[in-house]
């Protein structure tokens, strides 16, 4: 039987503990929703105030040049880089998540002329799928969106693949594919491999070079506390990048863009990959919440994160068996990104009822209750506490609700 | 002979002076560059930092729904239809100007299967281009991309043509488009119109509406004072959205994006052209500028704007005459947008002795000399401040120093 205070001597000898200090939480909260949106930084309010009064406000356009505005999307995707083992040169932040696979889906079907399969998952993230819908809509050249369940990419793999898209960590269950080997069999067959590590980036080690990734995207605003909307990210390996004619070729991308010239001719290397004119304030914001992130080893966020999760699944055993509740994401750590899910019929409205209590998480349609896990700035005491509230209300069955029957939009 | 008197008497009778104090203006500064970076609204600050420390670090991703983040690129694009002539649910803001190039321009080129032209000016902002030659790249279509001078556009349209794209004012001359004549022109042949509002939204009235546009984009950090980088906006007339199927076809746009179904089936109205997660720090900044703009009639600040470039150029032609300077704006108000443009062969180094001595406009080579005119926050005065340095400068050869020789990046 774990207790609350096994918990507290836990979070007292946690070398991670003093990082929660570093973040704005309100009380009375539990917050597991990292993996939706990040918390606060405290450094974020200074900084972005200073960029701009002086900056913005001050030093006006002359910022450009000044205080180097012109280069946040190289140095920040450095600075990612360093997140998601990439070397310098490979990655910029720009952009949206859905904008840079789009990037990087055009780019691979550019590379592998002759092929017609892109091979996803049915269960990946709909915004990859969509945007792959609408490029091959758009390209009318009769591509194939070739759909399988996780367990059957590899199987789909053969040599009219262009492309393999996935997302590492499943959004719902937390599942984890093997990177590595599901790359090496794409590159068996000579497609492709684009990786989304939207639930990856900040939470634990990627080792995109390493496992000789072709294209990956990020999103600015789970993991890496880049606030709602964040600039997100695109890696294209340094072997692929001047064979690219960039699909979205905007100005930022040009080689000489202040020389205005009519033709466009791509920037060396990752730069091309830049489309129009960045955002300095959101890409501030997203800077220094990742050089927070640069201060921890990201295999000590990884191994407080697993134990976070298996406190957390322990805890769902002990305190409230027989409520109805099934734990989807895997129990060995290997196999599971950052966050825990939960299966639930009543799922929508547990959430709601949770959310009202403090104890925030979120709910993936159609049955899935999802609590993310994010060493920085959660205790092991907090687990306690969200079980606490979650066995509550399974024993009460407080969810059964009228204000809860509404579906609203849940973000 | 014009007197800085005379100015001064000019600022005093001012209906719009009031507006400068609502703007973070640094001392010893004259702001001619409005144009390419806005000024900082004094009111921004306190509302991100609001934003910021409240809605993200206190409500975290309740904040979706609680106060309306999800709605933001649809409020956001309301107001600015207001100010650009464009009825309710036809405009929102997102991304920046050169993926809404992208988006406007593939859907026309999907309206208009048959056709293979796109009509575009030679001397439009590059971005406009590179998109375009980007997008007939990926297409492989042998799209034409039809490049004429600025009095030729009429003359090039034909019944091959499926869109016309064009800024209705020339970034470097100032030169305005009739975008009434031009729009029914392109009509008559049956192509489509996309108008770039870059240097119009925020400026002076625009008639989208009246005019019966079709597409049109626009940029938020230059009259739209919404800081550097803000996110643009996108201008689909009502009677088209239906029939568009977007190529940046992200979750954003789905009829249901909370559903999380594998399908993209596109929402309803103008909601489909967003693509990714918007960003909300950036475009809750654009929005407070907005909110400044939306209380002063555009009418009003074109009249100030007339008068000020008239000032302008009479004190040009009256304090440096026979400097070799030449104003190539042109003089009638309604044929030109809100700044005034010189030449000079050593144009970038004479730009380069007026921003070191504080009069900020900007340089775009090969050779002119940019100011921009923004009547919510200059003054008459400033003409004259601006110009008695531009003379004493010319008068001295004060650009051809060392440190203005090597060309350096100027946005």
């Known amino acids: 039987m774990i207790t609350r205070d096994d918990l507290a001597a836990q979070d007292a000898a946690d070398p991670l503990a003093p990082f929660r200090n570093e973040f704005a939480l309100p009380d009375g909260v539990v917050y597991l929703d990292g993996n939706s949106l990040g918390a606060l930084p405290k450094t974020v309010a200074a900084r972005l105030q200073s960029v701009v ?7 006006l356009i002359r910022s450009w040049t000044k205080h180097d505005w012109i280069e946040l999307p190289a140095r920040l995707g450095n600075k990612i880089g360093d997140l998601v083992g990439a070397a310098r040169g ?10 840079n696979v789009f990037k990087a889906l055009s780019a691979a ?17 709909p915004t990859d799928l969509y945007i792959a819908q609408g490029l091959t809509g758009l390209l009318g050249r009769g591509h194939e969106l070739r759909l399988v369940d996780h367990a059957d990419v590899v199987g789909a793999i053969d040599s009219d ?11 719902r269950s937390g599942r984890k594919h093997d990177m590595a080997a599901i790359t090496a069999e794409a590159h068996r067959h000579e497609a492709l491999m684009l990786w989304d590590l939207a639930h990856s980036a900040g939470a634990f080690p990627v080792a995109l070079d390493s496992c000789e990734a072709d294209f990956a995207v990020g999103c600015g605003y789970k993991f890496l506390n880049g606030g709602p909307g964040a600039p997100a990210f695109l890696y294209v390996a340094k072997r692929h990048q001047h064979d690219i004619a960039p699909a979205l070729s905007g100005w930022m991308g040009h080689a000489a863009p202040f020389d205005f010239v009519a033709d466009y001719s791509p920037a060396a290397g990752i730069r091309r990959q830049l489309c129009g004119t960045p955002s300095v304030l959101a890409m501030t914001v997203l800077e220094t919440s990742v050089d927070v992130l640069l201060r921890v080893e990201m295999a000590a966020l990884q191994d407080k994160s697993a134990e976070l999760a298996d406190v957390f699944m322990t805890l769902v055993e002990q305190e409230c068996s027989g409520c109805g509740l099934t734990i989807v994401s895997p129990r060995e750590a290997e196999r599971r990104g950052s ?14 009822a949770l959310i009202a209590r403090g104890v925030i998480g979120d709910f993936r349609a159609p049955d899935i209750l999802r609590f993310g896990l994010t060493p920085l700035y959660q205790q092991f005491t907090d687990m306690w506490d969200a079980v606490a509230v979650l066995k509550d209300i399974m024993a009460t069955g407080a969810w059964d609700r009228p204000e809860y029957e509404t579906r609203a939009a849940v973000t």
Chains 1, 2 share one sequence.
């Open 109 to 125: 079907l550019q590379l592998r002329p002759d092929r017609r399969v892109i091979v996803s998952e049915a269960g990946n993230f």
């Open 161 to 171: 693949v262009a492309v393999v898209m996935l997302t590492e960590v499943d959004y």
């Open 53 to 59: 009064a002086k900056e913005w406000g001050g030093d």
């Open 90 to 99: 490979q990655i910029v932040a720009a952009d949206s998540t859905s904008v």
């Open 339 to 352: 966050q825990v899910a939960l299966r639930h019929d009543e799922g929508y409205g547990i959430m709601q």
